[in-house]
């Protein structure tokens, strides 16, 4: 019984190590510079810069999932990859979200970033276990 547990400490502890968000300067890249260049991007090219900085987080939080089952990580890739296809819709035209609609774009996007990071976490923990829960 013991070396389960202590094999389950082991890959917990694997986990956590090879957690993208555990590295600064890897935060910094992959979630700091996307957001910058969203917030400081002209009307001309917001519709490619929002999508390309989305669709990078998205994709980093996917791959942080699959490689140390961050909890939040599940949640948060598809939705950024989810607010990418949003943010091309509506640039294109193809979805018209009215006058708002990048003011709208950007309040689900980070109040949804805001929950999908904070409560899954605080409810059931950091990571996944191996056995999946």
């Known amino acids: 019984m013991e070396s389960e ?4 400490l082991a890959g917990m502890t694997c986990a956590g190590s090879r957690d993208i968000l555990t590295k600064p300067w890897l ?12 917030v400081v991007v002209g009307e001309r090219w917001r519709t490619i810069v929002w ?14 999932a699959v490689r140390c089952r961050r909890l ?5 890739g598809p939705f950024f990859l989810l607010m990418a296809l ?3 819709l509506h640039g294109f035209g193809v979805i018209p979200l009215g006058r708002n609609g990048w003011n709208l774009i950007s309040l689900v996007t980070l109040v949804g970033a805001i929950v999908l990071c904070c409560l899954p976490e605080m409810i059931w923990g950091k990571y996944r276990s191996v056995d999946g829960r």
């Open 5 to 8: 547990h202590s094999l389950k």
């Open 27 to 38: 935060v910094l890249a992959f979630f700091g510079l996307p957001v910058i260049a969203m």
């Open 51 to 64: 999508a390309g900085a989305l669709v990078t987080m998205g994709t980093v939080c996917s791959a942080n």
């Open 72 to 76: 939040h990580c599940y949640m948060t």
């Open 86 to 88: 949003v943010t091309l």
